[in-house]
């Protein structure tokens, strides 16, 4: 069974452009979260999607979006890219009602220049 | 508000040696815990995890857990690293769903 994969793996973006970062989930999951990993700031929450619909957002500013598709793989969209974007953004999937049934991918390293 | 700390930023042991990487939490509920893995330019693995029941959780690699409500801890041991260990290692409490809160990660250096 496959895992969560994300696309791309790498990604390198000039100050001020934008930023799409795909997420597949494993399949039967429904819920798929974005996390941040930036240097020296740990692993913070993005965002959480659940059957299409936003059901929490960390502390981040509105230029931090993103969409869940009818078959529930995800978008992350980093617009007007900001320097300190540049971190590792991983996206976890999960059985809703589960606890603690979420699994991560292996990430994609944004880098912006 | 639900939190989670590490206190050792990097830890190194010798191979064969015993490691305890420490975690504190604060959550107004019942926490579920985590234990994840991170080798470097990987994704985060699950170690083990504690939702209720026994207070020591065995996991993977021969990890274990230890949930103390007194202490609000979890930390996590292994009796004997092996060199393949070196890695980084995140605390998480789950919240809502499977948001999670994760630490800052302990970096393991494993010396031969």
């Known amino acids: 069974e496959a895992g969560v994969t994300q696309s791309p793996t790498h990604l390198i973006k000039t100050r001020g452009q934008q930023a799409t970062l795909r997420c597949s989930p494993i399949?039967?999951?429904?819920?798929v979260y974005w996390y941040q990993q930036a240097l020296g700031l740990g692993l913070q929450f993005l965002l959480w999607?659940?059957?299409?619909?936003?059901?929490n957002r960390g502390n981040f500013p509105p230029r931090f979006s993103g969409r869940q598709f009818p078959n529930y793989s995800s978008e992350l969209n980093v617009n007007a890219l900001e320097l300190e974007d540049s971190a590792l953004y991983l996206c976890?999937?999960?059985?809703?009602?589960?606890?603690?049934?979420?699994?991560f991918g292996q990430g994609t390293r944004l880098t912006v220049v | 508000a639900q939190s989670v700390t590490q206190p050792d930023i990097h830890i190194t042991v010798s191979e064969g040696a015993s490691l305890e990487l420490r975690c504190n939490y604060s959550?107004?509920?019942?926490?579920?815990l985590f234990w994840y893995v991170q080798s470097p330019g990987q994704g985060l693995q699950l170690l083990l995890k504690?939702?209720?029941?026994?207070?020591l959780v065995q996991g993977i690699k021969g990890f274990e857990a230890e949930f103390k409500r007194s202490q609000s801890s979890f930390n996590l041991r292994k009796p004997s690293v092996h060199w393949s260990d070196a890695a980084e290692y995140f605390c998480?409490?789950?919240?809502?769903?499977?948001?999670?809160?994760f630490g800052t990660g302990t970096s393991l250096t494993v010396i031969p």
């Open positions: 504690y939702f209720s029941g026994d207070t």
């Open positions: 976890a999937s999960s059985f809703t009602r589960t606890q603690g049934s979420a699994f």
């Open positions: 399949s039967g999951h429904t819920s």
């Open positions: 999607y659940d059957e299409g619909e936003e059901r």
């Open positions: 998480a409490v789950g919240g809502t769903g499977n948001q999670f809160y």
């Open positions: 959550y107004g509920a019942t926490p579920y």
